[in-house]
């Protein structure tokens, strides 16, 4: 049954069980790993993309969550530059108020800060939210929901604007997330989100921004439908190019802003490209099953030439990948990230060894999967050693393929 509208929910693809995406255990804890099923779904009324099973809250964002918003520099610049975009059209009345829901590390924030703008950030982790508290930001540790919302604006007055990032697509619970926005949104003020886009994930093939923490793949059509049924408006759509495609959403309350040709123009482009069709879905889960087998045939290709293959980049979409195509250390000997708080740990689910991003050139593998394929750009130019010296990249979207 849909979470948003109560109609049903047709499954398109199953990944079978997978692991929670952002755990990394220890080596003598894996034992402890929670599994799951990943299937996911369209709505036969609403076109809502949704996961069919659901993962406790408390299990995926936690004091241990290991991503940090800050760790890319151009996801840095970007967050810098929605900061000033809501301080120079948003944020102009007397004493504005801004709140940012997932606010990580306080990337985003902290050039909010910077201007003096009263702030807050709404962040249920604990060790990040301490990140932002060390550097001066104001956040509260919880969840965003009706009743947190409502003791904000007990607490602060309305928010001028409510924005998030890569986060309203984690929550199950959208009913509540739009009621907590209605008692806390000035009357004249925006929610504004972003987050994957699903005519990117169809069109690209990146079938790995499925996972736990992905509830929902949003669609102009859907996040429309969603604000309508909550009692808003969606009046402004923006194609970003961050995390392998996403989308702004600006919604608020109806007859406050004028909606922008924007929106109105990716609703028929939607149409036009079938996303509304449970056909377009099923081709795309037949193309999922041919990159995993391109994938593990190349691997286990290259293995028995006797080549040396890492991954880099423990992501969270990564999960997907080793657990659904069965990609494990046979295959992967180990993968390389900049985050600390994964050395020494394993991928969730394949049990791959993750180790600091400097034994890329230290060892100089063969080959090197990039799973952390959305920041493709900074981490070749970072690791151009790695290439000099010979190493050579795999990818797998939209295709499989050596670089």
């Not at 969550?65 to 530059?81: C, K």
């Not at 003791?151 to 697509?169: H, L, M, Q, S, W």
């Not at 005519?199 to 929902?216: A, C, S």
């Amino acid at each position: 049954m849909c979470r948003i509208c109560g109609s049903t929910v047709g499954e398109f693809f199953d990944f079978g069980r997978q692991p929670l995406s952002d755990t990394f255990p220890e080596p003598d804890r894996v034992d402890d790993e929670f599994f799951f099923r990943l299937a996911v779904g369209i709505c036969e009324s609403c076109a809502m993309v949704q996961l069919l099973e659901e993962v406790p809250r408390d299990r995926m964002f936690h004091d241990g969550y290991p991503y940090h918003s800050s760790g890319s520099a151009r996801m840095r610049e970007h967050f810098a530059g929605t900061a000033r975009r809501f301080l120079r059209e948003e944020l102009t009345a007397d004493d504005p108020f801004i709140v940012e829901i997932g606010s990580n590390d306080g990337v985003m924030l902290r050039t909010i800060r910077d201007a003096g703008v009263r702030h807050l950030g709404v962040e249920p982790s604990g060790g990040v939210a301490d990140l932002s508290r060390a550097e001066g930001i104001r956040v509260v540790t919880t969840f965003f929901e009706e009743e947190s919302a409502r003791r904000i604006r007990a607490e602060d007055g309305p928010a001028d604007v409510i924005f998030a990032a890569n986060t309203i697509c984690h929550i199950p619970y959208l009913d509540s997330i739009f009621r907590g926005v209605d008692a806390l949104l000035a009357p004249g003020g925006v929610f504004v989100f972003e987050d994957p886009y699903l005519g990117d994930i169809l069109e690209l093939n990146t079938f790995d921004q499925i996972y736990d923490e992905h509830f929902y793949l949003f669609s102009v059509n859907s996040v429309r439908a969603a604000a309508r049924r909550f009692g808003f408006d969606l009046v402004d759509v923006q194609r970003l190019s961050v995390h392998g495609g996403e989308v702004r959403y600006t919604i608020a309350r109806p007859g406050t802003r004028p909606v922008t040709a924007a929106v109105e123009a990716m609703i028929a482009e939607e149409r036009e490209r079938g996303m509304l069709e449970h056909t377009t879905f099923e081709q795309f889960g037949a193309n999922v099953k041919r990159i995993c087998g391109d994938l593990v045939e190349l691997l286990r290709r290259l293995r028995a030439e006797g080549k040396r293959v890492v991954g880099y980049g423990a992501t969270a979409k990564s999960a997907t990948v080793t657990n659904y195509c069965g990609i494990g250390p046979d295959l992967v000997e180990v993968v390389y990230d900049t985050t600390p708080a994964k050395h020494g740990r394993v991928m969730p689910g394949s049990h791959i060894p993750v180790r600091p991003a400097s034994g890329l050139t230290e060892t100089q593998p063969d080959y090197a999967i990039l799973f952390a394929w959305n920041h493709e750009e900074e981490i070749k130019q970072k690791e151009k050693a790695f290439h000099d010296a010979g190493g050579r990249w795999i990818t797998y979207v939209p295709d499989v393929r050596i670089s």
